[in-house]
């Protein structure tokens, strides 16, 4: 597969150029079928993409709907270096790692250093990151520190997602489809227009579906998922102000996917291991003996009575005054709740001997007031930011249940951890545009931010005092609390220069933190509940990149290479216990120093009026710890960095017939191999892969049909390989998507 996806890379590639210099030469008043200037909100104004000194991707609406694209899980497939998994589940934290940048655990109580923000907005935690896409103008995917204008959290980068607006139109669609594995979607939009200064817009996603993984064992019901959104949007227009006000709210209900099984011993009884291409195969065992008795990747066997369930509500207002022509103010407003309680089976067998549940109770709000100012030689930000966030966790872990009173009670308790997370931040930032010249801006800024954190951590055990006792006794286990604070400044120098109309460059310069907190995870001892508060991490990052867009209009190109120096790097791990009556440990601490340095590029061609390639290619060969040993004494340095693949790309061609109204998109989306934590264990590793998609849709007047397909191939692949070889003699193994096909009927007036 590999072979086959560099080969089509290289021809679209090398099509593209071909096409590029053949426009060259092409009538230059047909301009029929340009490419589109791009404008981008990157620096929370309106610009045009060749004036950032920032790396940006964007994602037009359009691209998410022809594409069947649910979540943000998806959008790795149109950017190079940019991946984005379901961790431990879908309806779990999502994994987002920008050019090595990111944080793979499932906890419900940290946050990633890729900040999100919808409609300008901060999401807050990676609980609220999973959000769903519908009725979307663009997403725009920034790379690098963002650390000036979107502060804390946002270390390796920020995905900005800005919903459709009422117009002053009345106009709408509605739109539904169907596919395989009972996916079943309904769609829509309403725009009203009230009066000449009053509009609203209503829109909605529901979503229901089967998981493509097959859980053979009977006993289970069957595993899938309905999502339910709806959003309300009502913008006032008057002569120097304008209101936008939303409110959002969304319900998930189902059954989790089911994990599958990677047994890693040939012989449980003599612990004699399997090699790692057997690994998860009918040859091989966890440490009960147990396999799911069949070699088809899709398979498991699993006891999977574990409901998800997720409420969420929010509401935000964005006021802006235009108190002349050159200066707005710009304030944003948001409350959030989440409401979660997610069920799990670890073992990945029918038995009972790793479930729980993960419960969460998640209020946010935020509030930003903006100052923007054009002069004649700049343009001048400053802001004031003020976020809090409550996170109440309410967790259980049953571990063994099915060997109480056979294996010792201290590895077959049931833990319940309740914790209360509170967050605060206050910042002030400034940034400033200077035009010292018509073809030269340098932009310097800087940003202050004051971090408190409060947390207060119960935990409880259920334990078998005696054999003939199998529903045990609670006892308390730890009670642990306290506070920090911190204070952080990042700050950004860039220049950008245009050589020409059609060429653009910029160096850039930027830093940024990502904020501590306290690990509410799975804590097995008092000793590690008292560690749990990790500290804040930063990084240093040096970009040089040009943009170009060809004067006919046909040809547009950017690229990049980057260097990071990544310290107090905070990393996840899933530790044995130095005792072997005891539980793993899992920790998360500030252990690493890193080096990533590679490069990126992109490529977009219209080739005819009728056929369109884009191609992003992304080349990350050092991301490696540049010093770690971890708390059981092993030497991980030089060790790659997890979720971080070497090379990585797209390349997709779109047709429109021009005597029909159809168009067609066909593609692909290759990761070359990585690993899935920083031991660099070959079980958990994952394989180089190629997604092949499709679609084609057919428009007549208000109507448009399409069918649409994703993973054609049906490409064996794992969003986590969780390592409890240790434990249980097996890894968790958290499947993609297999193939899934649909088709979908659009109206729109």
């Not at 319900?251 to 047994?263: A, T």
């Not at 020409?500 to 990502?514: A, C, R, V």
Request: net charge negative.
């Amino acid at each position: 597969m590999f072979k086959l996806s560099a080969i089509t890379l290289g021809l679209l590639s090398v099509f593209g150029s071909f096409g590029a210099s053949a426009n060259m030469e092409a009538d230059k008043s047909d301009t029929a079928h340009e490419l589109e200037v791009i404008e981008v909100y990157a620096q929370k104004r309106n610009q045009q993409i060749s004036d950032v000194p920032v790396t940006v991707t964007v994602v037009k609406g359009l691209m998410l709907d022809d594409n069947g694209i649910k979540d943000v899980t998806e959008l790795g497939r149109f950017s190079s270096n940019l991946k984005i998994s379901q961790n431990a589940a879908e309806g779990t934290t999502p994994t987002i790692n920008i050019r090595g940048v990111g944080l793979i655990d499932y906890n419900t109580a940290n946050t990633a250093p890729i900040g999100i923000y919808v409609d300008g907005n901060p999401v807050g935690s990676g609980n609220n990151q999973l959000v769903n896409l519908f009725d979307v103008e663009q997403i725009e995917v920034l790379k690098g520190p963002q650390g000036t204008m979107f502060g804390r959290n946002s270390t390796g980068g920020a995905i900005l997602i800005r919903s459709v607006r009422p117009t002053f139109e009345n106009e709408g669609y509605f739109q539904i489809g169907a596919g395989t594995d009972a996916y079943k979607e309904a769609e829509g939009a309403v725009n009203h227009v009230w009066s000449k200064d009053l509009a609203m817009r209503m829109s909605f996603s529901h979503k229901k579906y089967e998981y493509t993984t097959d859980n053979l064992y009977a006993a289970s019901p069957e595993a899938g998922m309905e999502q339910n959104n709806v959003r309300l949007g009502i913008k006032q227009v008057w002569d120097n102000s304008e209101l936008y006000v939303q409110a959002r709210y969304g319900h998930w209900n189902g059954i989790v996917q089911p994990v599958g099984n990677i047994g890693v011993y040939a012989d449980p009884v003599n612990l004699v291991l399997c090699s790692p291409q057997d690994a998860g195969s009918s040859k091989c065992y966890d440490r009960f003996g147990f396999n799911d008795g069949s070699d088809s990747f899709w398979d498991v066997a699993v006891n999977n009575n574990s409901p998800h369930h997720t409420r969420s509500k929010g509401l935000s207002i964005e006021y802006q005054w235009f108190f002349s022509d050159r200066s707005t103010v710009t304030l944003h407003s948001q409350i959030s709740t989440l409401d979660r309680l997610h069920h799990f089976n670890c073992d990945g067998s029918p038995a009972n001997l790793c479930e729980g549940y993960l419960g969460l109770d998640n209020d946010f709000y935020s509030n930003e007031l903006l100052l923007q100012s054009q002069f004649e030689s700049g343009h001048l930000t400053v802001g004031l930011f003020q976020q809090h966030e409550e996170i109440n966790q309410d967790n259980e872990n049953d571990i063994l249940r099915d060997l109480r009173g056979i294996a010792p009670a201290s590895l077959t308790a049931t833990f319940k951890y309740d914790n209360e997370i509170k967050s605060s931040d206050f910042g002030v930032f400034t940034q400033y545009d200077w035009s010292f010249s018509e073809n030269d801006v340098v932009t310097i800024g800087a940003r202050i931010s004051h971090e408190t954190l409060d947390y207060d951590s119960v935990a409880d055990l259920n334990v078998v005092p005696v054999p003939q006792m199998i529903e045990g006794v609670w006892i308390p286990f730890y009670h642990v609390n306290g506070d920090e604070s911190d204070t952080k400044l990042s700050g950004k120098l860039a220049w950008n220069h245009h050589f020409n109309e059609s060429l653009s460059g910029f160096y850039s310069f930027s830093t940024g933190t990502k904020s501590g907190g306290y690990n509410g995870g799975f804590l097995s001892s008092l000793e590690q509940a008292e560690l749990a508060y990790y500290g804040p991490e930063s990084l240093n990052a040096h970009e040089l990149g040009f943009r170009f867009n060809s004067q006919d209009k046909q040809t547009s190109a950017n690229g990049a290479v980057f260097w990071y120096d990544y310290k107090d790097q905070q990393v996840f791990m899933n530790q044995p216990s130095s005792d072997p009556n005891q539980l793993p440990l899992q920790l998360l601490e500030n252990v690493g120093t890193s080096t990533i340095y590679g490069a990126e590029f992109e490529l977009r061609n219209q080739i005819t009026p009728q056929l369109q390639t884009a191609l992003t290619l992304g080349y990350i060969p050092k991301a490696e710890f540049d010093e770690f040993v971890d708390p059981a004494g092993v030497v991980l340095t030089n060790n790659r960095l997890p979720f971080t693949s070497k090379f990585n790309g797209t390349a997709d061609l779109y047709y429109t017939l021009s005597m029909y109204p159809i168009k067609f998109n066909v593609g692909v989306d290759y990761q070359s191999e990585y690993f899935f934590d920083q031991k660099e264990s070959d079980y958990a590793k994952q394989d180089g892969f190629a997604l092949w998609h499709a679609n084609l849709w057919y428009t007549n007047d208000n109507w448009t049909v399409g069918v649409w397909g994703k993973n054609l191939l049906n490409e064996e692949y794992s969003h986590l390989k969780f390592d409890l070889s240790n434990f249980l003699g097996m890894l968790e193994d958290f499947k993609g998507e297999g193939r899934r096909l649909g088709i979908s009927v659009k109206y729109a007036y």
